[in-house]
């Protein structure tokens, strides 16, 4: 009989976290804002002396969610900080890698997604309309890194991610900082969220 592989990875936190069958007991929001602010977003391909990290991407796009939904609840707020935490241990696949990996990539989002969001009291999965808001300020902020960090013109970056609204995102930057700025930036906006759900 063949030996079952390994399928479960241990954090830093000592958890030892199933990627299969996640438990909410086994997440922990520093677990999940160091191994974001190591997540390089475009495959580590941005201008700058450090990478981009999915924690900071998740920061911004934080903040274009509460623009495009200024009435927004702390408990929506804290489903788009975390609409990619996942990535703290499947890693940051660009989208055509994705859909060249298959549904099994999805299916492994989706569980991982769920047991996030029963461990800091947000619904297993989210609403629909909730997530056509967070998907909406997702593009904003992948359109914004496309033209300032990832080598895209204007025009290219309309094509794939839409034409941006400047009203949203016009004083708004790409900020590139050392991994531990951005995780305690990330956990510092996590813990204001979660005290006023």
Do not use: C
């Not at 290219?156 to 930036?185: N, Q, S, T, W, Y």
């Amino acid at each position: 009989m063949a030996k079952q592989p390994r399928a479960w990875q241990r954090m830093l936190s000592g958890r030892r976290l199933d990627l299969l069958d996640p438990t909410p007991v086994d997440i922990e929001i520093e677990d999940i804002a160091h191994g974001l602010a190591f997540v390089a977003r475009w495959n580590g391909q941005t201008r700058g002396d450090y990478a981009y990290s999915v924690a900071e991407h998740s920061l911004l796009v934080e903040d274009i969610f509460g623009r495009i939904m200024p009435k927004a609840t702390p408990a929506q707020r804290l489903t788009a900080l975390l609409h990619d935490a996942p990535e703290y241990v499947i890693g940051d696949m660009i989208s055509p890698v994705k859909a060249a990996v298959g549904p099994g990539y999805d299916d492994l989002d989706t569980r991982l997604s769920a047991a996030i969001h029963i461990r800091f009291g947000l619904p297993a999965l989210t609403p629909p309309r909730l997530k056509k808001k967070i998907k909406q300020a997702d593009k904003l902020s992948a359109w914004m890194e496309a033209v300032q960090i990832a080598g895209f013109s204007k025009e290219e970056a309309d094509r794939f991610f839409g034409k941006p609204d400047p009203d949203i995102i016009g004083d708004l930057g790409i900020h590139l900082r050392p991994p531990i700025e951005v995780r305690r930036d990330f956990t510092a906006r996590h813990t204001a969220l979660l005290k006023d759900l």
